[in-house]
């Protein structure tokens, strides 16, 4: 990805954030990123496009972000890192958490979210199963996957709209992890 693909992808997230998706308007990304709509059109085709691919981008840079700083420690840091990750007070992380929220809740009313988010879905379910085969857990790992991480997203819908504090909704995260960890006979 391009340094200005970067850019274009992270406008989105913000004026998703801001302005929701059906809100979204590619001139107001473009606006945003300091770019042409052309460019814009260009790089993603069309607001489906950019919708998908600010899917991935979110995901992504979520993901990297989280693995790089539990780079050395345990197998248990490492996918407490990823998990809790999603959860701090960070202004891109709550952009990216509001951004992701939106587009899930949009892919009820729009079909053409649904594969894009199935697909990333897929991915992050897969960061999580690896995670999980990494610590040792045993049984289902893409089961435990999926529960956890529907459980993020619960907590961060309830973060986001001020119901849970930032600690509170760590805490809840990681009591669930360990509970699910050793119920599948690995103790932490």
Known sequence: MTPRQDAILQAA?????RQGVRGLRVHDVAAE???STSLLYYHFTDREGLLAATLDHIN??????????????TALDRLEALLLGEI?????????????NELRATAVFEAGLREPLAHTTATWNSRVRAALDDVGASGDTDHLATILTALIEGVSGRWLGGELSTDHARTLIRTAIHHLITATGKST
Do not use: K, N, Q
């Open 60 to 73: 992504d840079v979520s993901a990297d972000h989280r693995l790089a700083r539990a780079a050395g420690e």
């Open 88 to 100: 701090r007070d960070d202004d891109d992380i709550r952009t990216g958490s509001i951004a992701w």
């Open 13 to 17: 997230a913000r004026c998703i954030a």
């Open 33 to 35: 990123a300091d770019v």
